[in-house]
């Protein structure tokens, strides 16, 4: 089972880096396309560890570049998420 806390090193790793600014850029593309973004298309243009996907968007969400909206019961892939207090300027 996923857990960020167990997950959280990878992104720190030089491949956890790429994939983490791969999904940085798209998850700040859909944001300002709609305004919001589930989890499956944050991650549908990346490839590797779903883990290690989920926990890029985790670590956004520590950062407060992201806002969850959804609460613990939905499915992963079902997350919503929106613009946090330290949401960079990025254009579409």
């Known amino acids: 089972m996923y857990s960020y ?3 959280r090193n990878a992104v720190f790793t030089e491949r956890g880096q790429r ?20 989890m499956q298309e944050i991650m549908a243009d990346s490839t590797g560890c779903s883990w290690d996907m989920l926990a890029c968007v985790d670590r956004l969400v520590e950062l407060e570049e992201i806002r969850e909206l959804t609460k ?19 254009d579409p």
Do not use: M, W, Y
């Open 19 to 38: 994939l983490f600014l791969e999904i940085r850029d798209n998850t700040h593309r859909l944001l300002k396309l709609a305004g919001a973004a589930r």
């Open 72 to 90: 613990d019961d939905v499915c992963g892939q079902h997350r919503v998420f929106v613009s946090g207090r330290n949401a960079p300027e990025v």
């Open 5 to 7: 806390a167990e997950q």
